[in-house]
């Protein structure tokens, strides 16, 4: 059962969160994660390295799996096998490569917002406005037809919202775990947490939006299991035990004991014990600028390990608003690359590099003093789709970058070489291009297509091919 007020005061501290976690495993969960691993080899969904090839899946990956089903290795392997296979039938992968940015932008104003903030162990921070998914509003999302060329069994407004989790675990997460001087850098940062401000929000809005949530909910809990660290439920209104009474029934009990609803007088000394103020939004006694629809904003140690291709305050919207993940870059550095497509023409472009003093000095192994290493969560899924899905004029190169004139905004995006050129409201211009035109050479491994440019970061391993070299941005 949801606690009805503030969590204990010991779920603010390191060693609560961090049991079952990476580098904090006690001799028995040691042995059941294993034990897990062997299992998912038998059974032909997991490779481990051989030295040369890595795993197929990154142990950050795996774990969140087991600790979802307390330990035990077969209920773990049950539903990694069950998300294996969705993820198949769904085109998952294909889906974050080529869903269309209006697609993606449309999913995430009607669901959870990064602020662009972390709290206090690391832990991006979400902010969810439930108040303005207004029925007119909600009526045109879930009727909108999809722009995106990937389709599968699923609803197109559900596969908007699967973008919106693989946007978690391949890009959000992954910076967050990269920003030096946070702490436990031993272990990776794998889970979020969410404030939801249900204030002014009526009986009947509830109601029309119970499928809306209970798709999020549903979906979290079967595939992208112990990502929610937990939830702080503020305005709740006189009638809300009401409508607890149908959300409860979406979430096992593990998910449920995260929920917290906080009293108006609760709100700011339960989100100050876990989130430094100048984190939370100011709505809720804070110093941070944010609303929900706002670009996310950045906090100064993230910004810090980040060289934008551009500097423009437009550069920086598109890399957090638009789908993006890691791939591996020249001399160790971290590469993001914007993906999604705009018009039908796949972007494929530079958007930003996390430089390697920042990416080495991410993780560092329990014992071992000084030793610097990078982590295998800094991997992201990567892409195991058929060439011709791959082979398109939208994918480009990398290379040098060049300036480019300003161009004027239109009223919608423009992709030009893989790139968006600018975009309606408001006028933007990346202000560099990527210098190669030709698509990217493909090398085929164990049946599948990848491209050369970087080995791309993933929770399947960095692809075994020979990467074509990265000139610096």
């Not at 794998?190 to 404030?195: G, L, P, T």
């Not at 949530?213 to 709740?236: C, K, N, V, W």
Request: charged content about 20%; proline content about 8%.
């Amino acid at each position: 059962m949801a606690q009805p007020g503030l969590p204990l005061l010991s779920a603010s501290l390191e060693q609560t969160r961090l049991a079952g976690h990476l580098g904090h495993f006690t001799p028995h969960e040691e042995s059941k994660f294993n034990a897990f691993k062997v299992l998912c080899e038998e059974q032909g969904y997991y490779k481990p390295t051989d030295g040369k090839t890595p795993a197929s899946h990154d142990d950050g990956t795996l774990v969140r799996y087991l600790r979802a089903r307390k330990f035990v290795p077969q209920d773990a392997f049950v539903q990694f096998k069950d998300t294996e296979i969705w993820r198949t039938e769904n085109k998952l992968d294909e889906l974050y490569e080529k869903i269309d940015i209006n697609d993606y932008q449309e999913a995430r104003s009607v669901y959870p917002q990064w602020t662009g903030r972390r709290d206090k162990r690391g832990l991006p921070v979400y902010l969810y406005e439930v108040s303005k998914l207004n029925s007119k509003r909600m009526v045109a999302y879930a009727s909108a037809t999809s722009k995106s060329s990937v389709n599968g069994p699923a609803p197109t407004k559900t596969l908007r919202l699967f973008a919106l989790y693989e946007n978690l675990t391949r890009f959000v997460t992954p910076l967050c775990s990269a920003v030096p001087g946070r702490p436990n850098p031993e272990t990776p940062v794998d889970q979020s947490n969410h404030i939801v401000d249900i204030s002014r929000v009526g009986l009947k809005q509830f109601w029309n939006l119970r499928s809306h949530m209970q798709d999020a909910s549903t979906l979290a809990t079967a595939h992208y299991p112990e990502t929610l660290d937990r939830i702080f439920i503020i305005g709740a209104p006189s009638f809300f035990p009401t409508v607890w009474g149908w959300i409860k029934k979406w979430f096992d009990p593990i998910t449920t004991s995260k929920i917290f609803i906080l009293s108006a007088n609760e709100v700011l000394p339960t989100l100050t014990a876990f989130i430094d103020i100048a984190n939370i939004p100011k709505k809720f006694g804070g110093d941070l600028d944010f609303e929900s629809g706002m670009t996310p904003v950045l906090d100064p140690a993230v910004r810090a390990v980040l060289n934008l291709s551009s500097e423009s305050t437009d550069a920086e919207r598109l890399f957090l608003t638009a789908p993006v993940r890691w791939i591996d870059g020249p001399d160790g550095d971290l590469v993001a690359l914007g993906v999604g497509s705009v018009n039908g023409v796949q972007r494929r472009e530079m958007v930003a590099t996390m430089h390697a003093h920042a990416a080495q000095n991410a993780f560092q192994p329990p014992g071992t003093p000084g030793l610097q290493y990078q982590s295998d969560f800094f991997m992201t899924q990567v892409s195991t789709v058929q060439s011709r899905g791959l082979q398109d004029q939208g994918m480009q190169g990398s290379g040098v970058q060049k300036q480019v004139p300003q161009i004027p905004a239109t009223q919608s995006p423009v992709v030009e070489n893989g790139a968006i050129r600018d975009f309606a409201n408001p006028p933007t211009s990346m202000n560099r291009e990527i210098e190669d035109t030709q698509p990217v050479p493909m090398t085929a491994r164990d049946g599948n297509i990848l491209p050369t440019v970087g080995r791309e970061r993933s929770r399947y391993g960095t692809p075994p091919s020979d990467p074509l070299e990265l000139k610096k941005l």
